[in-house]
């Protein structure tokens, strides 16, 4: 029962706390909409005694030596691993991946834990004597401050860990404000950054949505915002608080493009272009969305995608039969249902729809299989984050390549051939950020870059890889000079 589910307290001040007396959202799980939670709608006073407690424990943990804050961090990764298990389960539970989706999701997240333990050598900073007679310059990276971080609800756990670890151990003040769509595994997360002893205030979780979100934006004690999320709220958390002289990097939506070649293996390039578009129920910012099949691989590429999608198992995440599981809310399903009708309206044919178990309580929708899209209709060109996969049919690798570049996004993009000269052709003119040959996710590992390109991402840098611990520190450069007495 609603009334009876608990409210999620927060963690501010090295305490857990309840909000009292404010609204709060249910958290449902998605494959039955049963209510595992309340989530508090935390207001302005609550955001502002984190960012207060924040500044506090800054002195002193950015003092500690960095080699100390690596071992913290060390802990709270050798938790992050035991508790792997009991993770997954819970992003199934209120996300509703696949329990399988759900292990790599943390395996991810783990590995962005790992990453911040190179904190000693990544933070290592440049010097050169004698720049002028008797003249030195050292330049350091030192930490921004106080960092907010706001996540989605498609990766609960790996986003924050692109996130937390690396700014803790880099001796920032970390603010968590998690999805309220998914704010159990930030939950658990929080609790493993509470075992491993940092001190009261350098770690803090903050529910909420839009509006405690917008309140850490505008707070002057934020020295930074690291935002994933959709492209309309990216852009005004980049616009907000890069006008209040913050810090921002936020990544945004997607639509990303999958050419097909003639010569592609299609006995490995269908299984890899299904689990992209349908893995998560396409709640992914690097599924596959839009197909580019160049002449004349279409017609069998469609047949061979269609006999699939068919027979994809929908079904519970828990449910190890299951091969794809539910939206994550009953609203966003409604609004991939209007995109469907919305291509069907446009001229696109549906190749294949699948099909749902009967009875299913929770918020499942039949993926969709779309053929014959002409790349300007809005099928093609907005990002749906939902299971439907548009076919457009293309006479040549140069004409594909400007169909995917021709895209406002520029997240993710993939190629399938195998000829070595036009995957290079397509990695060289290709405007995306993360590029794949002969792989459905093109996801790097956490010790390289993950940024998209153009309306994927305002701000710069990346999320992960040495580029992020520019994003968690600044430069300091010294120019000494010391006289004879
Ligand atoms: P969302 O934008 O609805 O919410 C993301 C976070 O921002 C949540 O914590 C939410 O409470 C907060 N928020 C929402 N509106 C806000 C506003 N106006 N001001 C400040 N904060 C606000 O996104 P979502 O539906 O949770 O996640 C899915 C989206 O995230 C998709 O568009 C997906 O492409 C994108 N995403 C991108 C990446 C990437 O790497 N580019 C990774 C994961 C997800």
């Known amino acids: 029962m609603a ?8 963690y501010v001040d090295g305490a857990w ?3 009292d007396g404010v609204a709060s959202v249910e958290l449902p799980d998605p494959a039955t909409n049963a209510v595992l939670a309340r989530v508090p709608l935390s207001p302005d006073g609550v955001v502002d005694t984190a960012v207060r407690a924040a500044r506090t424990a800054l002195p002193g943990w950015s003092a500690v030596p960095v080699a100390e804050r690596a071992r913290c961090l060390a802990r709270f990764r050798a938790k992050l691993e ?3 298990g009991d993770l997954a389960r819970t992003i199934v539970r209120e996300n509703g991946k696949t329990l399988a989706e759900a292990e790599g999701s943390v395996r991810r997240g783990l590995e962005a834990a790992e990453f911040a333990l190179s904190a000693p050598t990544l933070l290592q900073g440049s010097a050169l004597r004698n720049v002028a007679p008797g003249v030195d310059v050292e330049s350091m990276r030192v930490p921004v401050g106080v960092v907010a971080g706001i996540t989605p609800f498609n990766f609960p756990v790996m986003v924050p860990l692109w996130m937390a670890p690396l700014a803790l151990v880099c001796g920032n003040s970390f603010i968590l404000k998690p999805s309220e769509r998914a704010a159990l595994s ?4 929080a609790r493993l950054f509470v075992e491993c002893g940092l001190p009261a205030g350098a770690f803090g979780l903050v529910h909420g949505a839009a509006a405690t979100a917008s309140a850490l934006v505008a707070h002057p004690g934020v020295d930074a915002i690291a935002f994933v999320g959709s492209a309309p709220a990216a852009k005004e958390v980049y616009t907000r608080a890069a006008a209040g002289g913050k810090r921002v990097l936020a990544l945004a939506g997607a639509k990303n493009h999958l050419l097909v070649l003639p010569d592609a293996d299609l006995d490995r390039t269908v299984p890899a272009i299904l689990s ?3 893995g998560s129920a396409g709640e992914r910012c690097l599924a596959a969305s839009v197909v580019v099949a160049v002449d004349p691989v279409g017609d069998e590429l469609v047949r061979r995608l269609a006999e699939k999608v068919r027979s994809l198992r929908l079904g519970a995440g828990g449910d190890a039969e299951s091969e794809m599981g539910p939206l994550i809310r009953g609203e966003h399903r409604a609004r991939v249902e209007e995109w469907i009708r919305r291509g069907e309206a446009e001229g696109a044919q549906i190749a294949a729809r699948g ?3 009967p009875g299913s309580p929770g918020n499942f929708l039949a993926p969709v299989l779309f053929d014959r899209v002409r790349p300007e209709m ?4 907005e990002e749906i984050f939902g299971p439907v996969l548009c076919v457009v049919r293309s006479p040549s690798l140069g004409d594909a390549i400007d169909v995917a570049n021709r895209s406002r996004f520029g997240n993710a993009a993939s190629i399938f051939t195998a000829d070595g000269r036009s995957a290079r052709e397509f990695t060289e003119r290709i405007e995306a950020g993360m590029v794949g040959v002969n792989i459905g ?8 870059p993950f940024v998209g390109w153009k309306g994927s991402v305002y701000g710069d840098l990346a999320a992960t890889g040495r580029e992020s611990v520019l994003f968690y520190t600044r430069p300091k450069t010294v120019v000494s000079r010391w006289f004879a007495r």
């Open 186 to 189: 930030a939950q658990a997360i």
């Open 82 to 84: 035991e508790a792997a």
């Open 3 to 10: 009334s009876e589910s608990p409210i999620l307290p927060n």
């Open 276 to 278: 992209s578009a349908f």
């Open 441 to 448: 996710v093109p996801a790097p590992p956490a010790f390289f």
């Open 17 to 19: 706390r309840q909000v």
């Open 378 to 381: 809005a099928v093609a060109q």
């Open 355 to 357: 099909v749902i178990p």
